[in-house]
């Protein structure tokens, strides 16, 4: 799926598919992993139907502040295999305006989750861009370190919550 404009993770995840999907869809867990310690997502709004809001506000220890952060819309779910979300479009697909920082370029998160076997998580996590502008903005805002990092983070969360 991913082309040109695109920045791609993929990591196999030392946690079973059911923990994986439920720390990533579930708000209160979200808040503990979504963002690359010692970032933190301090409110989390996540509605798992497409037309859905996908919201978070993340704060960091250099002032860094998203505010109460654009709301994302869910595009399309598939329980325990896909989660798609797009920050180019807020809640029931109403058009966003694009802001600052995170905010600047629209994306869509297409998120695949697979049973590795042995108890792990194939995961694979695909930022698509409308340039390569964006795509290059996104990625030197440290897509591979912070995606990786928070990759890092839900194994861990989901590993926990077993």
């Known amino acids: 799926m991913a082309g040109e ?3 791609v993770l993929e990591r196999t995840l030392d946690a079973p598919i059911d923990l ?9 867990h979200l808040k503990r992993w979504f963002a690359p310690r010692p970032y933190e997502i301090t409110e989390s709004e996540l509605d798992l139907k497409p037309g859905g809001i996908f919201r978070f506000r993340m704060i960091g220890p250099d002032g860094f502040d998203t505010g109460h952060g654009t709301p994302g819309c869910v595009l399309e779910v598939i329980e325990r295999e896909r989660l798609v979300w797009t920050s180019a479009l807020g809640p029931e697909f109403r058009p966003n305006e694009m802001g600052e920082g995170c905010d600047s370029f629209p994306m869509t998160a297409v998120i695949t989750f697979a049973d590795a076997g042995d108890g792990k998580t194939h995961y694979k996590a695909v930022a698509l861009h ?9 990625e030197k805002m ?10 890092s983070q839900l194994e861990e969360l989901a590993k926990s919550i077993g």
């Open 5 to 7: 404009h695109d920045l």
């Open 20 to 28: 994986v999907w439920k720390a990533y869809t579930d708000p209160e």
């Open 130 to 138: 409308k340039d390569a502008a964006d795509r290059e903005v996104h």
């Open 142 to 151: 440290g897509f591979h370190d912070g995606w990786g990092t928070t990759a």
